[in-house]
């Protein structure tokens, strides 16, 4: 009698298999952790599609409201679950990470809270794989963080600061708003190259070509997503800048 194969992750309940997978390429092991909310209304279906070859996408894992958590793809295997995106000058993030799906219809949903039994999962979850990778608190990220202006997930409600608490993922208090400059579309010159350079030191993909531009705009709302969620405009106000700053600065 075959045996079912067994997760990667003793957090995982068992293995659901994707045919949704290839070689990773250009790496000997994942080094950075993506998540994603499902963004569709029922976890199901999310789940039938992330298995359906006709779909051409996938994760490792999957997490249902509940905290069930299902391992799609092995952790050796690239999944489909980054698209085009970049991250410190990289760009087949597929190969380098792990993608982890969080069951939430998402901002055309709604964007309901996560359950807390859920995000006690993804803190588990996120946890194992990074000590068993060596991936870095800084190297964990949300999708809108590798690909700006065409993901948001999994959006500014996910809390990232109740991650932070439990050693998953970079962030700092959220500076407040103080008098200063303030930068927006259509603005140029030296300090909009500035900034450009201080995001792309982070890690955002960005191109530095000193005008405040659509991409710049996906950037910084990308950024405000993460780390200033009150406020998502894509206006570089002083509270985006000062947060950018320590966050910076306190990179291990």
């Known amino acids: 009698m075959s045996q079912h194969p067994k997760p990667d992750s003793p957090v995982a309940t068992k ?15 994942p080094d950075l952790i993506i998540l994603h909310y499902t963004g569709m ?14 779909a051409e996408v996938s994760c490792h894992y999957f997490i249902f409201e509940d905290g069930r958590t299902l391992q799609l793809v092995p952790e050796a295997r690239r999944a489909w679950h980054a698209g085009v995106s970049s991250w410190a000058g990289q760009k087949d993030i597929n190969s380098r990470s792990i993608g982890i799906e969080i069951a939430n219809p998402g901002h055309e949903g709604g964007l309901p809270p996560f359950p807390e039994a859920q995000i006690k999962a993804v803190i588990a979850l996120c946890r194992d794989i990074a000590q068993r990778w060596q991936i870095k ?8 963080d590798i690909a700006p202006g065409r993901k948001v997930d999994p959006g500014e ?32 010159g030296a300090p909009i190259e ?59």
């Open 15 to 29: 293995v659901f298999p994707s045919p949704n997978h290839g070689e990773r390429v250009g790496v000997s092991a």
């Open 41 to 54: 209304p029922d976890a199901g279906e999310a789940l039938q599609r992330l298995c359906n070859p006709v």
């Open 137 to 144: 608190p800084q190297d964990i990220l949300g999708h809108s």
């Open 194 to 252: 500035a900034l450009q350079a201080m995001f792309a030191m982070y890690g955002y993909g960005i191109m530095i070509n000193g005008v405040y531009d659509q991409q710049m705009e996906d950037v910084v709302a990308a950024f405000q997503r993460h780390f200033r969620q009150n406020q998502v405009d894509g206006i570089a106000d002083t509270s985006t800048l000062a947060t950018l700053r320590e966050l910076i600065n306190s990179r291990p």
């Open 157 to 188: 409600l996910f809390p990232w600061e109740q991650l932070h608490r439990e050693g998953i993922g970079h962030w700092v208090p959220p500076v407040s708003m103080t008098t200063g400059p303030i930068y927006k579309r259509d603005d140029q």
